[in-house]
């Protein structure tokens, strides 16, 4: 495989690594992905800003590695001693991916850093506010909120549609950065599509397939980057 291909190899296997802790895990990491490339695509960042953000989304949550089962896996709210802990997954991740020359692995440590950093600066790890949260993170963070949401935890069943994109736009100017919100409810079919086309691809392949899919196998630009973004 080519040489300037050893970022997304090594970006497929952290991914995988991530899935691995928890099933159903992976869903999650590359809905997340789709929907981030969704919202580059409808910010108008060029094609391959919008690609890059896809390849390095699905290991926002890699430093979650890190975190030990009782506080990952705690069937209720975290204590305030828990959450502190849990927020330790930013700076884990950036950790993990830091000290390479690779900009795509640089965006991908920024990214796992300051996704839950919010747009009013009340967020972590660094409090960063407005556009001093890079955008790749600001985008990150709307798309992985809003899959989260929907999703069923074991301590509470998923959120309908309509109360997580409620959540989002409650949340507008405050967690979220408005522009980004903005977008994402610019075209909620076309999310729907690209939720929906991204979840069949986990289905249909299963985690180690999937994401090889996910990644475009072989050193090739990423089909399903492509698949998706006509959706
Ligand atoms: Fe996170
Ligand atoms: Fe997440």
Known sequence: MAQQNRPHIMLASLTL?????YPSALGHLVRTAALAAYLANVLELDDAEQERIYLVAPVHDIGKLGIP??????????TDAEHEIMQ?????????LAGTADPLLQMAASVA??????????????GLAGEGVPLAARI???ADAFDAMLEPRVYRPGMPEDNALQALADQSGRYFD????DCFLKNVSRVRRIRAATEDLVQQYGDVSGVIRFYGGRGQSPG????????
């Open 178 to 181: 408005p522009a980004v919100v």
């Open 113 to 126: 850093r300051h996704h839950h950093e919010h747009f009013d600066g009340s967020g972590y790890p660094d």
């Open 224 to 231: 399903f980057f492509r698949h998706i973004q006509a959706l």
């Open 140 to 142: 990150v963070a709307v």
């Open 17 to 21: 690594a991530g899935a691995s802790r």
């Open 88 to 96: 330790r997954h930013s700076n884990i991740g950036a950790d993990l």
């Open 69 to 78: 089962d009782d506080v990952l896996f705690k069937p209720a709210s975290l």
